[in-house]
């Protein structure tokens, strides 16, 4: 337990690569070895496929990540307790608050928060168990992550291993709602939390991040569309969705584009692009209150 804890950080961004990763229906073995991995300077979003369609969504591990690096203080009253894990009964339920937990345990981690990290990765795999997707992250694969901690190419072996049993597991078994709610909780509490720093803290650079938030949503959005007449849960959070989207719609992003470095070697594709946001006060008051209004009732 001591080599976990000192060795959290790497496990937990396997473990957001894995998160990520399972939610696709359909991925090649080259698709997950040019998979846009993290880099030290840099922050990128994540390409994930449902159907035969790619929609592009940040990782919680990325906004995690740059709000750590713009020395942002720890709050853990941003984040979703761990004790209330027991309130979740249905599979909506349990996979939309898996990805707010899967977001949370990336904050925690990032801020050397290990203590309560151990908390939240023991939700985390007691929701995966209850909603039967537990085969792809189990004792056998943590021990697996802990023993190969100083080695890259395996540890991408195993997660990678991890991904194609998990992908099996939902082709089979016609769980892509399941996927695409965790992807949701996910977006959901990542924008949560960059509205509760921008409270405190008017950093352009977190700011320009929520405003960027415009397109990920759109896709998330199409990701849900398929599972709207589902149940009237997904119906009425598509919709909430969708709301806060007409309010992120008047944001104006313009793009510089920039050819991204393509690091062969270690596999990484580097984002060059800029994007400038133009995002007034009173949006981000809007988009502030409406998130926490959908958050909250996910959470309870």
Request: aromatic share 10%; hydrophobic share 35%; net charge neutral.
């Amino acid at each position: 337990m001591k080599n976990l804890k000192a060795n959290y950080h790497k496990i937990m961004f396997l473990f957001f690569t894995f998160l990520l990763l399972y939610s696709c229906k359909q991925s090649s073995q080259s698709e997950l070895d040019n998979y846009v991995a993290e880099s030290s300077d840099t922050v990128q979003s994540s390409v994930v496929m449902f159907g035969n369609t790619v929609f592009s969504l940040p990782s919680p591990y990325e906004i995690a990540y740059l709000v750590k690096k713009l020395n942002v203080p720890y709050n853990k009253e941003y984040l979703n307790p761990h004790n209330k894990s027991h309130n979740y009964v249905t599979s909506i339920e349990k996979a939309l608050n898996l990805g707010i937990y899967g977001c949370d345990l990336g904050y925690l981690t990032l801020y050397d928060q290990s203590s309560d990290a151990i908390h939240y990765f023991s939700v985390i795999k007691l929701l995966s168990q209850e909603l039967n997707i537990e085969n792809a992250f189990d004792k056998k694969t943590v021990d697996r992550i802990e023993a190969n901690i100083g080695n890259k190419d395996s540890l991408m072996v195993i997660v990678s291993n991890s991904y194609r049993k998990a992908d099996e597991y939902l082709k089979n078994n016609a769980r892509m709602d399941i996927a695409a709610l965790i992807l949701t909780g996910g977006w959901i509490e990542s924008t949560y939390i960059l509205t509760q720093i921008i409270k405190q803290n008017k950093n352009q650079e977190i700011i320009n991040r929520l405003g960027e938030q415009k397109y990920p949503l759109d896709n998330l959005i199409k990701i849900l569309s398929p599972f709207y007449n589902q149940s009237k849960e997904i119906a009425e959070l598509t919709d909430n969705l969708i709301d806060l989207a007409y309010d992120f719609d008047g944001i104006d992003i313009k793009y510089t584009y920039a050819p991204p470095t393509i690091d062969t070697v270690n596999k990484l594709t580097i984002i060059n692009s800029k994007s400038e946001v133009i995002i007034n006060d009173v949006q981000i008051k809007l988009i502030t209150e409406k998130i926490e209004k959908i958050r909250k009732k996910i959470v309870k």
